[in-house]
């Protein structure tokens, strides 16, 4: 694993947003066949049972996020972009804490209240915009976010959010890409000029730190080359991914799997 700084991207930078009814039909496909879960822990056996991830997660960036978070018994962590809600409410149990997940997708907030039911931990989900969190100012003591904030029209905006409901002294963790060459063309446009260290510090966050490891990008490729090989019905969200799979495999190498941690300084 390695730590690094980045070089900076312009603060304003927009990006193509993708719609809460995409995700809506992604989700519900999920429901239905949990193909992608499937993936995830076929590629990763470890990964802790009923986790139900919808984000390209392995064992050992799971606990890296757990590690950095540094949640405590009591507390309250903030799941941005919660999916299904599995990875928050599992970080939040291990810690005996409360969770609060917010998503754009009703079918994935739903999800999430359900998986709920059946834990002992604390948990509220809403529906809402990353944008525009439904939460008091300085209300939770941990934020995270799974390969969810780069899907944020404006990247900015959704971390001053983050900002703004952590407690001094509050972390955030968040997971996604970089480019190894900035600006580099071959790549999306979502990837091509991402740079979290300049968003986040913009945004008044400090001791960023970015941290990324040859395993994890080993096992979002794999997630990527088993879905190529499992049969699927056209329209399903299993397809899908494997489209996906077919237009980023051969530029995966250019990018670096990545988490972040930032604070909210105090005072």
Wanted: proline letters at 7%.
């Amino acid at each position: 694993m390695t730590t690094s700084s980045d070089s900076p991207e312009p603060a304003t930078r927009s990006h193509q947003a993708t719609s809460s009814q995409e995700f809506d039909r992604l989700f519900a496909h999920e429901q239905a066949d949990n193909a992608f879960s499937q993936l995830v822990h076929r590629v990763d056996p470890q990964l802790p049972t009923g986790l139900g991830p919808f984000s390209f997660l392995s064992t050992s960036l799971l606990h890296h996020i757990s590690e950095q978070l540094h949640l405590q018994d009591g507390q309250m962590l903030a799941d941005l972009g919660c999916g299904p809600g599995g990875p928050g409410l599992w970080l939040a149990g291990q810690a005996h804490a409360a969770v609060t997940g917010i998503d754009f997708s009703a079918v994935a907030i739903t999800a999430a209240r359900h998986r709920a039911e059946h834990l002992s931990v604390p948990a509220v989900f809403s529906v809402a915009d990353l944008a525009s969190l439904p939460l008091p100012d300085e209300s939770v003591d941990r934020a995270v976010s799974l390969d969810a904030l780069q899907y944020a029209p404006d990247r900015t905006t959704a971390v001053r959010e983050a900002r703004r409901i952590l407690r001094p002294g509050g972390r955030l963790v968040l997971t996604g890409w970089q480019p190894r060459i900035p600006g580099d063309e071959r790549l999306p446009a979502r990837h091509r000029h991402t740079d979290w260290h300049s968003v986040l510090s913009a945004a008044g966050f400090t001791d960023i730190g970015t941290a990324d490891d040859p395993a994890w990008d080993t096992a979002y490729q794999e997630i990527y080359r088993q879905a190529i090989t499992v049969p699927s019905e056209r329209g399903t969200a299993l397809a899908g991914l494997q489209g996906e799979a077919r237009r980023r495999l051969p530029t995966a190498h250019l990018l670096r799997r990545i988490a972040v941690t930032a604070v909210r300084p105090a005072g």
